[in-house]
């Protein structure tokens, strides 16, 4: 794994090797039983040097989430720049992801207690964790930008979606398929659904269904027009 940054640098490459030497130790041991001596002692540096760079686990961990981000918005956008059919887009977004997750399943699977602890700092509802989640919910949202669907519904598709993928990735931690076979048939399913249902939420008819959506992505916390 790679960060984006100052390339050349001895400091930017020996904050990688830190950060894949972490990774390398949180897949292995687990991230609550490594601590940041064991982190500095097998990157061969001081736990001074190593704090130096990051100033905790937690730290490290957010510049993986980052790196992550900012490589699925890489890879979703070369996907997606001469699509336009909406189930298409959409599946080209979950795949790149899934690409990404399948390659650090371990250490995904290492942090997940923590993701999923709302009082945790790494949750994936965290503040710490919002810039990151924004950038990921304005992904989804963008899939269904179209001059023929009014925005304010554009909104609450990308947010009900991206919504939907945290319970598409969780199955794909547990997922013991054969090459993550019902993690596919699963967001294959998602994807027809919202590609059958999209287009029809843009009638009058089905204003009800819309404003129970409203109502339920609120209800999370996550309605268009409130940040992530």
């Not at 909406?86 to 993701?115: P, S």
């Not at 404003?211 to 309605?223: K, N, P, Q, T, W």
Request: proline residues 4%.
């Amino acid at each position: 794994m790679r960060q984006r940054g100052r390339k050349g640098t001895k400091g930017e490459a020996t904050r990688q090797h830190v950060l894949d030497i972490a990774l390398d130790l949180f897949r292995r041991r687990g991230f609550e039983r490594t601590t940041m001596r064991d982190i500095a002692g097998a990157a061969e540096l001081s736990l001074g040097a190593a704090y130096h760079y990051f100033p905790s686990k937690e730290a490290l961990v957010m510049a993986y989430y980052e790196w992550m981000q900012a490589e699925h918005e890489r890879r979703a956008t070369a996907a997606c720049s001469d699509l336009t059919d909406l189930k298409v887009k959409l599946l080209a977004v979950f795949h790149t992801k899934l690409e990404l997750l399948r390659r650090d399943r371990k250490v995904l699977a290492a942090l997940f207690r923590n993701l999923g602890d709302p009082s945790h700092s790494l949750s994936v509802f965290g503040r710490q964790t919002a810039a990151v989640r924004g950038r990921s919910i304005a992904q989804f949202e963008a899939v269904f930008e179209d001059p023929d669907m009014p925005q304010d519904l554009q909104k609450l598709l990308g947010r009900a979606v991206w919504l939907a993928h945290l319970g598409v990735f969780l199955f794909f931690i547990h997922d013991r398929s054969e090459g993550e076979f019902r993690t596919t048939k699963l967001i294959a399913a998602l994807v027809d659904f919202v590609g059958w249902a999209a287009p029809l939420l843009r009638y009058r008819i089905a204003a009800p269904v819309r404003r129970r959506l409203m109502a339920l992505v609120a209800d999370l916390g996550f309605a268009p027009g409130v940040p992530p």
